[in-house]
């Protein structure tokens, strides 16, 4: 993602590569504190719903983008997106150790999609242009919608006897 985001902010946008620099920055500051904000979320609202606000934040900005993806749109957009995705990550890798909790299979998928994807990325924005790209983005945010929210009922409801607490909501 960061080498698309620089070529982008750099080739297309008109911006020194300084400013690319800053702009990812921005991008991976509000992912961490997005990491934050959904420990918080986690603690009162339960995994699920906390899943549900990340998904949808980085979605609503994502179609954002497919209008508005220029200076300075793009640069707020890209921060919130680390926001949003800040949020979701660390509940996806906690769903993942309930859902396999042998690791392997769920932690390759997830690795190889985030090889494939800056990969196909690239070929989108040179051959399509990034309007087309950020559609293929907010189709991939739907669908993680959709997907989160039909499998988590499928999802075991693990109670902790001595506290009686959900572990996973």
Known sequence: MWPLNTI???EQLGKSLS??????MLNSGASVAGNLVGGLLFDKIGGFKSMMIGIVATMAVLVGLVFFHGWPHY????????????????????YAGVIWPEG???????????????VLGGLIADYAGMKPLFAVLVFFSVLSLVTTFFYDWNLPKKQNKEKQTVIVE
Not at 19 to 24: E, Q, R, S
Not at 84 to 94: C, K, L, N, T
Not at 104 to 118: C, E, K
Request: glycine share 16%; aromatic share 10%; hydrophobic share 60%.
């Open 75 to 94: 640069v707020i957009f890209l921060t919130i997106i680390g926001m949003g995705s800040g949020i979701v990550f660390p509940i996806a890798a906690a």
């Open 19 to 24: 400013a690319a620099g800053m702009v990812l």
């Open 104 to 118: 392997g299979f769920v932690n390759s998928t997830a690795m190889a999609g985030r090889t494939i994807g800056p």
């Open 8 to 10: 982008y902010v750099h």
